[in-house]
């Protein structure tokens, strides 16, 4: 800052007048920006630091999947992210993965390593996966011994792989804190269309049926519907203005190139994304956070190939690279975060009459099905497409069967209005900057996410599933009503009632309200 001070006056008035004219500077220099600079020494400043570590998984291994299989080829590493924030006393951890870091053993066991290598409490850790199809299974659990799996090999696979996990997680978590460096946040976004679409369907007579491929394409090939077609960069950039980390955002389930009746292992197109945009940027680590696809789709499910998959990918990480050719940079390079409480609203069970109904058509339906009847292709509300076996779709069925005969029993006993009225769930909260994000502990609904965004005054929100927590699907209000696969979820869990409006949307009556204060900058 440059000041001029002007005096016209004799030399030795000016010698008389000097002293005082110095001081009366200085004082005014004080005034002026003595505080202001003061504060600016004072201001915390947001640090950052990232690391990512991979395993890689062998065939033969048990794989995630509604019925046994095992994981019949293995492409590539299966990468996780772990970004370290800091800014004064307020301190964030995110681990992203292809894994289920958010199921609740998995979750539990990674934020309490995370948080002891890091000095954090389990709080501080969000744990999120990006709900890939096309990964196995991983066994972290301390009990499972070698003696006690004895000649079980998919079960010591599963051991193995979960040893390797957690000591590459320990590894990229033990030096994050040396590493941290100041940081500022800047933040992009691309539309991108072509990766996804709305698998909610409607019929003609109101009914909701899940739109799979065959139905896609039926519809018209050119088919998205309501989508979140956001791919969002946070890109956190040193003080030599290099990236030091990258958080990459978007909304689909990561399901092509996936059979669930013949496994295999692969990073999907979301890790195909974020390594494009990591070469980009230079090789920074990048964590990839899913949005609210609960009724999002990627194209191809259970007919395309691993090369259709890499495709979406490349389209996804071109659209990522097009957000950092147009990077905004936030007002404000500090953080704020919370926990909050959120009730799921449950409805009443169905009528006896009408739960004893289903349940005579989940029977019959299970029994064609192991018959090889290719006419199973609707069951109490559920629609299933041809690319599947009979048989496989009678064990999806299966399933919900145990459901049904608790609902009754529940019913016919009189303990049905004594249920639960709400699920309790837990969110997490917090800006970065000028960034908003939200982690919700289930399978979120776009919708949801969509009002999130738009009811928000920060110019950036990241709406994510699948973090911390695994609760199913829960949909928005305009869905909850419905039974197709994802509306009726609720029936794979036991001893889950309906949920009823607001449903989902409730995370919004209780997220809106936090970030809107965190725009303003109050606690």
Known sequence: M???????????????????????????????????????????????????????????????????????EVIGELKSTLVL???????????????????KNMNNACRALVAKELGLSPAQVIAACSHNHTIPLIDISETTTPEAIGSNKPLNQARVLGREFMGGLTRAARDLKKQLAPVTVEWGVAREERVTYNRRGRRADGTA???????????????????????????????????????????????????????VSFGQWTQVACEKLSA????????????????????????????????????????Y???????????????????????IPHAPLPPLASLQKDLAAVDDFIRRGRAGDQDTLTC????????????????????????????????????????????????????????????MPFEPFVRIGLRIKQA???????????????????ADATACDDREYMGGFFRYLPGRSPYRAPAGDAVGDVAIPILTRFAHGEK
């Not at 924030?85 to 199921?103: Q, Y």
């Not at 050119?222 to 979140?228: A, L, Q, S």
């Not at 690279?321 to 009730?343: G, K």
Request: aromatic share 8%; charged share 15%; proline share 7%.
């Open 456 to 474: 928000t005054p920060l110019p950036c929100v990241l709406p994510s599933g699948y973090t911390d927590g695994s609760f199913g699907y829960i």
């Open 280 to 319: 980009h940027l230079g090789g920074v680590p990048v964590a990839f956070l899913q949005g609210c696809c609960g009724d999002i789709n990627s194209k191809y499910m259970l007919t395309g190939t691993i090369e259709q998959s890499r495709q979406l990918g490349e389209f996804l990480g071109d659209s």
């Open 2 to 72: 440059k000041f001029t001070l002007s005096l016209k006056c004799s030399q030795s008035s000016a010698r008389s007048l000097g002293a005082a004219a110095l001081v009366l500077l200085a004082s005014s220099l004080a005034l002026a920006v003595g505080p202001e600079s003061d504060h600016a020494a004072r201001r915390p400043v947001l640090t950052a630091a990232a690391s990512s570590f991979s395993v890689t998984p062998k065939v033969g291994s048990p794989a995630v999947s509604r019925t046994p299989q095992v994981i019949h």
């Open 209 to 263: 049926y899940f739109i799979r491929e065959e139905d896609r394409m039926l519809l018209n090939s050119k088919y998205v519907g309501t989508i979140d077609p956001d791919a969002t960069v946070v890109v956190l950039r040193g003080n030599a203005g290099l990236p030091v980390a990258a958080l990459a955002f978007f909304t689909g389930h990561p399901v092509s190139g996936y059979n669930p009746e013949v496994m």
């Open 321 to 343: 690279i097009a957000a950092t050719q147009n990077l905004h940079r936030s007002q404000r390079p500090d953080l704020q975060w919370t926990r909050a409480a959120v009730d």
């Open 85 to 103: 924030l800091e800014c004064g006393d307020t301190r964030l951890c995110f681990l992203t993965s292809s894994f289920g870091v958010n199921e």
């Open 380 to 439: 109490v509300g559920m629609n299933f497409p041809r690319a599947l076996t009979p048989s496989y779709r009678a064990k999806l069925i299966e399933m919900v069967r145990p459901w049904y005969v608790w609902a009754v029993d529940q019913r016919q006993t009189g303990a049905a209005d004594k249920l639960p009225k709400a699920l309790p769930i837990e969110i997490v909260v917090a800006r970065i900057g000028d960034v908003g994000y939200v982690g």
